[in-house]
């Protein structure tokens, strides 16, 4: 079983930046789908970032041009790069990763609090 931790949330002012970072207990390998979740009292969880196969990466429509997810393989560990934050931004965000076989981990999720 693989365990990720979220870490890198915190409070932020509107316009400022932040990078979450998402590791893996286990060599997961780069070609593994994952994602990059946010929800928020009383909504579904959203999907805020993925990549494909290790290459393919979409963003959803809000967080274009400011939001940029990556990957250090000799780390086992994603990022999402957040920057020009805005107040609805804020949310607990979670990473995800597929497992063949096994399905999909999850993080317990770190929050972001953008302040205006």
């Known amino acids: 079983q693989v365990r990720l931790v979220e870490s890198g949330g915190g409070l932020v002012q509107a316009g400022g930046s932040l990078r979450l970072s998402c590791a893996a207990s286990k060599q997961i390998s780069s070609t593994n789908d994952m994602g990059w979740f946010r929800q928020t009292p009383g909504k579904e969880r959203e999907l805020v970032a993925s990549?494909?196969?290790?290459?393919?990466?979409k963003y959803e429509d809000a967080v274009k041009g400011r939001f940029t997810l990556s990957r250090d393989n000799a780390k086992n560990t994603w990022y999402l790069q957040m920057n020009s934050l805005k107040p609805e931004d804020t949310a607990v965000y979670f990473c995800a990763v597929d497992l063949p076989g096994w399905g999909r981990a999850w993080g317990r999720g770190t929050q972001v609090t953008v302040s205006s």
């Open positions: 990549i494909a196969r290790g290459r393919n990466i």
